[in-house]
């Protein structure tokens, strides 16, 4: 058990299993300290039972990120839990069949669409719907995919995640006034569920066998997950629109 969170109320959505890099960063920042409030997107009871496995069981409010009247609410529904919030983490991404896994010349506007709408928009729309919780500002923190290069397979997700790291940026510069950093951590390839759902996931798993100087286990979310924590913590104090890699080494390697 550690301190690094001490007393900081946090709310972490994208929890869906214990394979979920959320589930991590709310179990590690339990270890430290934090109080864990989670959102559910759909499927809550299955939410509900892996926020019962964590350290402290964590209560969980629902939010699907596409809904305006589940934004509208959720500052006075996650205040039934807690009276105020330290820091917000966005573990949120989605993307249909059609744009992923090859089919990028094909793929309709509107399941483009739908990608930006959940993966990129939504960290603007979570941020601003907890925005009167964060009276003090604090850290929110999202989960990338470097966007700066051309991935096999990634397709549309992977505009979708350039498109979030803009959005972060932009945050960044209208939120820092009020003392709200906004920082992205861009994990390796982990086997979570979103991740199997990406045709041809497996061609990530070569790369960074071989590409990452420091190794890179697929299996292991918490290398993610413990950067989500540090900069959750006050150790950043002046750092946001930042992106942290978290991949092995891979985003600085050439050839
Ligand atoms: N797994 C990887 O290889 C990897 C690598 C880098 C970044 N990421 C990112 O990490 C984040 C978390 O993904 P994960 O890998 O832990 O997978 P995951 O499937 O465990 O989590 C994705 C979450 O998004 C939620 N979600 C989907 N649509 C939603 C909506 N409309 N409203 C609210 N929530 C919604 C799901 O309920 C789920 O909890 C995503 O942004 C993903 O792109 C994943």
């Not at 214990?18 to 989670?38: P, T």
């Not at 709200?180 to 990530?204: D, H, Q, Y």
């Not at 190794?215 to 992106?243: N, Y």
């Amino acid at each position: 058990m550690g301190e690094l969170l001490n007393g900081k109320r946090l709310l972490v959505t994208g929890v869906i299993t214990d394979a979920s890099i959320a589930f991590h960063v709310a179990r590690l920042a339990q270890q430290e300290g934090a109080e864990v409030v989670l959102t559910g997107f759909g499927r809550l009871s299955l939410v509900e039972r892996f926020a019962n496995r964590l350290p402290k069981p964590a209560p969980v409010v629902e939010l699907d990120v596409t809904n305006t009247e589940h934004l509208d609410t959720l500052a006075d529904r996650v205040r039934e839990h807690v009276d105020g919030l330290d820091g917000v983490v966005h573990s949120i991404g989605f993307a249909p069949q059609t744009a992923l896994g090859g089919n990028f010349l094909n793929t309709p506007w509107e399941d483009v669409a739908t990608a930006l709408h959940v993966s990129a928009y939504s960290l603007k729309s979570l941020t601003m719907a907890v925005l009167p919780l964060l009276e003090r500002g604090g850290p929110v923190v999202g989960m990338d995919f470097d966007a700066s290069v051309a991935w096999p397979v990634y397709d549309w997700m992977g505009v979708a995640k350039a498109a979030l790291e803009s959005c972060a940026r932009y945050l960044a510069r209208d939120l820092g006034p009020k003392g709200v950093r906004v920082n992205l951590v861009a994990a390796g390839p982990i086997r979570t569920m979103a991740a199997k759902s990406i045709p041809g996931f497996e061609e990530f798993e070569a790369t960074w066998t071989t590409r990452a100087p420091l190794g890179w286990d697929l299996k292991d979310p918490e290398p993610a997950a413990r950067a989500v924590v540090a900069l959750l913590s006050d150790w950043f104090p002046k750092t946001t629109g930042e992106i942290v890699h978290v991949d092995g080494g891979v985003h600085a390697m050439g050839g």
